[in-house]
């Protein structure tokens, strides 16, 4: 007679590691969030006509004039007329480094042009903007550039995610990779860790695809529709974030024959299955097992050789492309963010691998787990080191860590990776506690052997009141009832195992922080760096800015005062207030950095209320430091106008206004 087993109850999942689950999760949708949408590099300095001019009459092209290196397509540059029609010749081209020129249609007429742009930066980031000017005489204009930006919207939220898919697919492969050649070589037989490996190579190569369908739309604004549009994936293959994505996809292919070697051929050879015929004649058990070995060694070293090529030039389609390829130094921020990348693999992805081998596979070696703890901890300090480089780099001061969002990403990173580190530093406590796991194979061998026996006891006894022969359908329920009972003992077993039980949710911990860890990684990527976001220099260290500018328009009541003043006062983001003690009908500000060949940046502010004596603009960017012209335009009627300049010096101590 058989008799089914009381289903076995699941013991509760620790407290602890549901609430740290609930935290990582709520904290990756929070980085996300906060992640979108991103900054570039790369603003508009410059402008000929500039913006909001009125020239006498139509020039023969538009230039505009870059911080960075851009990118801009063939049709980046758009002049639209008061109408709204193109009165360009739709080509864009660089008659100076970062400057560009678009030619104008000859003989078009009086009135406000509307000048609209796309570029994508050094970074790989999408920019965007608009600016106007009048020929003749400022006019009234249909143009409406109400649609939607590049860079944000559903393309961008879906690119952000292929973004971390695509670093979660290189964690994955390249750190499960590694906890086989350097830690376990026995794992190549392991399933789970053979899932992880696969896992990663799969999500990389759907989220490179995906990427670069995607690019098209994100640095244009268009639509999901637009991702099928092969002129645009061709105009892709053209820039430098496509040349990156199409080698990822080359390199992905050498991954796959690597893969196919480690899981196959490879691990017959750990179990010996793959030993070739002729070692089999009698030459004695020694020679064999001797050449067995060197076969092993000498395909462990091809393979780990073979292997570190392939994923420093995956590594490299990130650093050559992003954040690392831009600003200072670039021929060493390079390798460092390669060796970033690499580390972060290593550590993370090596985690994964052990996670769920601990979790669905068979026993681990202690000396497995050992050998990745002392990887895990190699991987760390080259992992601050690195970390500690890039951000000096893309931070370059202390207080930009709070006043900007790279900044504070960067601080949340750090907290995080301190986490992680704390929690490693548990896991590694319980690895020192570890007995010896059973030899490789050996404990689902016995499985195999206690379930043949019951199959075979089972057959021979029938059952009461079965026929003497069973059915089919009985034998089955019999197979799934032994699979039942093997299952249930091989978790009895290793919920006995207290070390390897604690080991276990702590490095399920580890990995679920790693999960946020890689959504604020990516968040970064996407960011302004905060050197360039705060212009190297701490906002309002000098305090703000403040200058006198008298002005008379000529008309009646038009003399007067104003009160000009940033806030706080440094390279980086400003709020600009001007008040004047005559009522005005606009208010321009334009700022220039003769010494550097910056600007005029245009700045309109809007009136703060119906009276016209006081106008604001928030978030006027202030690229650096310096003896800065402001030239303030007042305008109290349809026909009285006027422009007044001072110097002001921005971003240091002594600062002050010149006459």
């Not at 104008?104 to 009135?111: A, F, H, S, V």
């Not at 910056?598 to 209320?609: C, F």
């Amino acid at each position: 007679m058989t008799t089914a087993l009381p289903p076995r109850r699941r013991p509760a999942a620790h407290p602890r590691l549901l609430l740290g689950l609930a935290l990582a999760c709520a904290t990756l949708l929070a980085s996300l969030a906060w992640a979108a949408p991103a900054a570039a590099h790369a603003s508009l300095v410059g402008t000929d006509p500039a913006e909001g001019s009125v020239v006498d009459r139509a020039p023969e092209d538009v230039s505009l004039t870059f911080s960075e290196d851009v990118a801009l397509s063939a049709d980046g540059v758009r002049v639209l007329d008061p109408g709204g029609d193109r009165a360009d010749s739709g080509q864009v081209t660089e008659s100076a480094p970062r400057t560009f020129d678009v030619a104008l249609t000859p003989g078009i007429p009086d009135g406000t042009y509307t000048v609209a742009w796309q570029a994508v930066s050094a970074d790989s980031h999408p920019i965007a903007g608009a600016f106007t000017f009048s020929i003749g005489a400022p006019s009234e204009t249909s143009v409406s550039l109400a649609q939607e930006r590049p860079g944000t919207g559903p393309v961008a939220l879906l690119y952000d995610v292929a973004r971390y898919a695509a670093y979660a697919g290189f964690v994955l492969l390249v750190g499960g990779v590694a906890f086989v050649l350097a830690c376990w070589p026995g794992g190549a037989g392991a399933q789970p860790v053979r899932r992880v490996v696969i896992t990663g190579w799969v999500t990389l190569l759907v989220a490179t695809l995906a990427l670069l369908l995607l690019r098209a739309p994100y640095t244009t604004g268009g639509g999901l529709a637009d991702a099928l549009d092969l002129g645009g994936v061709r105009a892709v293959l053209d820039t430098k974030t496509g040349t990156a994505l199409v080698s990822r996809l080359l390199l992905l292919g050498a991954a796959a024959l690597f893969v196919a070697v480690l899981f196959g051929t490879f691990a017959r050879l750990r179990t010996g299955s793959g030993e070739p015929e002729q070692q089999r004649e009698p030459d004695g058990p020694g020679a064999r097992d001797e050449q067995a070995e060197k076969d092993r060694r000498d395909l462990r070293y091809g393979l780990a050789l073979g292997g570190g090529v392939v994923a420093v030039g995956l590594a490299a389609t990130w650093a050559l492309s992003e954040h690392a390829s831009t600003g200072i130094q670039t021929s060493i921020a390079v390798p460092v963010d390669i060796v970033h990348l690499l580390c972060v693999a290593a550590w993370l992805g090596g985690l994964a691998a052990l996670a769920a081998t601990l979790r669905w596979g068979p026993p681990v070696p202690r000396t497995a787990v050992t050998a990745f703890s002392r990887l895990a901890f190699g991987s760390v300090v080259l992992l601050v080191a690195t970390g500690l480089y890039q951000s000096w780099r893309q931070v370059g001061d202390w207080s930009a860590l709070t006043s900007t969002d790279y900044g504070r990403l960067l601080l949340v990173k750090a907290v995080l990776v301190a986490v992680l580190v704390g929690v490693a530093a548990g896991s590694r406590r319980w690895t020192a506690r570890l007995g010896d796991a059973p030899p490789e194979g050996a404990a689902e061998n016995a499985d195999t052997d206690t379930d043949t026996d019951a199959a075979a006891g089972d057959a021979g006894r029938g059952g009461d009141p079965l026929p003497d022969a069973v059915s089919p359908e009985r034998a089955a329920q019999l197979a799934r009832q032994r699979a039942a009972v093997a299952t249930a003992r091989r978790r009895r077993a290793r919920d006995a195992d207290a070390p390897r039980a604690a080991l276990r949710r702590s490095v399920l911990a580890e990995a679920g922080i790693a999960v946020v860890l890689l959504a604020v990684t990516t968040g970064l990527t996407g960011s302004e760096p905060a050197r360039t976001a705060a212009g190297g220099t701490a906002p309002g260290a000098a305090g703000s800015v403040a200058v006198s500018v008298p002005f008379d328009t000529g008309g009646p009541g038009g003399a007067g005062t104003a009160e000009v003043e940033l806030d706080p006062g440094g390279p980086g983001e400003n709020t600009l207030t001007v008040d004047t003690d005559v009522s005005a009908v606009e208010v321009r500000v334009a700022l220039t950095l003769p010494s550097r060949d910056i600007g005029p940046l245009t700045v309109t502010p809007e009136a703060s209320d119906s009276t016209g004596l006081r106008w604001s603009a928030p978030d006027v960017q202030v690229p650096v430091e310096g003896e800065w012209e402001i030239a303030v335009t007042v305008r109290t009627s349809d026909v009285d106008q006027v422009t007044e300049k001072k110097t002001v010096t921005i971003g240091r101590s002594d600062t002050h206004e010149h006459t």
